[in-house]
């Protein structure tokens, strides 16, 4: 058990629906993350929320609507997705400290996508 | 940009076997490094990380070196378990940017006993 809770686990949308993953985290932390998890490729990281606000936007297609209304609750809002958009996308938290050089970050388990 | 590099997967040992795992990567500046590990159906946890060269990272066995003069970061054990059976991600961040992990593509290891 890691703290950090994904839902759903599973997701099958068709490239027209409009759905959305939640990520939420019990661990006091304040900052949070959406990473994409492809076959055969690195792992992506796609935002970055400190203290609620989007701190890094690693050139995310707009397909991709990510939502941050507190420090303990991440969304992806998900709308006309392709094919290639099938992926694994995990959910990160960490506690950033002033100063620190590096703060662990805390992984769900993942949300499992296929786009049909 | 900064990047990580590991071994091919998938990799097959036998209970007890030694293990390496290769990683080596290039980035500007002074990074931290990490090794992850992935168990089916979970997210990634930290195994061990080290913050300047020389260091050596250890955790449930397992152990991996900074090698500044090399660019590397192999993660080994000695005797591998069956439990091992994972997916292992070496990573890295700089220090500039120290919330931003750049990862290798992963490792399978599948122990059979």
């Known amino acids: 058990e890691t703290g950090v809770t994904q839902t759903p686990r599973h997701l099958v949308m068709g490239m027209t629906n409009k759905k959305s993953l939640k990520c939420e985290q019990h661990l006091g932390h304040n900052a949070m993350y959406w990473y994409k998890q492809s076959a055969k490729k690195p792992l992506e990281l796609m935002f970055v929320?400190?203290?609620?606000?989007?701190?890094e936007n690693n050139s995310v297609p707009s397909r991709f609507s990510p939502e941050c209304p507190n420090s303990s609750h991440l969304f992806l809002h998900l709308h006309t997705l392709q094919p290639e958009d099938s992926a694994l996308y995990l959910c990160?938290?960490?506690?950033?400290?002033?100063?620190?050089?590096?703060?662990?970050?805390?992984f769900g388990p993942g949300t499992r996508l296929t786009v049909l | 940009g900064d990047s990580v590099t590991q071994m091919e997967g998938p990799v097959t040992l036998s209970e007890e076997a030694f293990l390496t795992i290769n990683c080596t990567y290039t980035a500007t500046g002074y990074p931290s490094l990490f090794w992850y590990v992935q168990y089916p159906g979970e997210g990634l946890q930290l195994l061990l990380k080290a913050t300047k060269a020389d260091d050596k990272g250890s955790n449930k066995g397992f152990e991996a070196t900074y090698r500044k003069e090399t660019t590397s970061f192999h993660l080994e054990k000695g005797s591998v378990q069956v439990s091992d059976s994972a997916v292992y991600f070496c990573?890295?961040?700089?220090?500039?940017?120290?919330?931003?992990?750049?990862f290798g593509q992963g490792t399978r290891l599948t122990i059979n006993p």
């Open positions: 990160a938290s960490s506690r950033e400290l002033a100063g620190s050089s590096y703060n662990e970050q805390f």
């Open positions: 929320y400190n203290f609620k606000e989007q701190t």
């Open positions: 990573a890295l961040s700089d220090q500039a940017r120290a919330q931003k992990l750049v």
